[in-house]
């Protein structure tokens, strides 16, 4: 069936430091790609999408690249920030329209 | 432009109580509406969704029950909580028929004691 692995977390970085958090799925078809982000206490936020082979998503420094060959949805970010201490979800379209959410991947960035 | 809408923010109920929870969403119209259930430190679980009104479909077997009465509304209940009702619960919805995003609301934490 349709499923997501994410890297496990959590992940800490320095600020400013180089962010990649893996993403690879399992998916019926052709799906569409997405990240999610989580504040503390909050819902979930789209942060960016892609929606065929080779598209670039890209949102607030933020970008995924969709790798049709590889299955796969890095989401990259060259310099983090304290304000992108979160949870991130990479979400790839399933059948009837559903997404299918990894476990999510904890991000803490450090002063 | 769209607003989602969930309340009541946090619930503390005891074992056996009965619960409500209701999600609205304002600026569109026949949304496919979605619940979710997080548990602390673990992914999303999807409980319920229907495309529209009177129309649940269950992902999960479980002591919770969803429904529709309007386009907008979508209500999750319980006649008996179980200890293990408790997590985060989140309502999203997104445009019927379009692309695949869904957007979600601010959720309700519901402790169960």
């Known amino acids: 069936g349709d499923s997501v692995t994410q890297m496990e977390g959590p992940v800490t970085l320095s600020e400013e430091a180089f962010l990649t958090i893996n993403c690879t799925y399992t998916a019926t078809g052709y799906p569409s790609l997405f990240w999610y982000v989580q504040y503390p206490g909050e819902g979930l936020q789209l942060l960016l999408k892609a929606t065929k082979a080779d598209d670039k998503g890209s949102n607030k420094g933020f970008e995924a690249t969709y790798r049709k060959e590889t299955t796969s949805f890095h989401l990259e970010k060259g310099s983090v920030q304290v304000s992108d201490s979160a949870v991130y979800f990479c979400?790839?379209?399933?059948?009837?329209?559903?997404?299918?959410f990894g476990q999510g991947t904890e991000l803490s960035v450090k002063p | 432009s769209q607003t989602i809408h969930q309340w009541p923010a946090t619930l503390v109920q005891p074992v056996g109580s009965p619960l409500s929870l209701e999600c609205t969403v304002e600026?569109?119209?026949?949304?496919?509406l979605y619940w979710y259930r997080q548990a602390a430190g673990r992914g999303l679980q999807l409980l319920f969704y229907?495309?529209?009104?009177?129309?649940i479909s269950s992902e999960v077997p479980q002591n919770l029950s969803a429904s529709r009465p309007q386009d907008r509304q979508f209500i999750l209940s319980s006649k008996k909580l179980l200890l293990s009702d408790s997590g985060f619960y989140l309502c999203a919805w997104r445009t019927s028929g379009a692309g695949y995003e869904q957007y979600f609301g601010p959720g309700t934490r519901l402790t169960v004691t």
């Open positions: 979400a790839p379209s399933g059948q009837g329209g559903k997404l299918i």
């Open positions: 229907s495309v529209g009104i009177g129309q």
């Open positions: 600026g569109t119209s026949n949304p496919n």
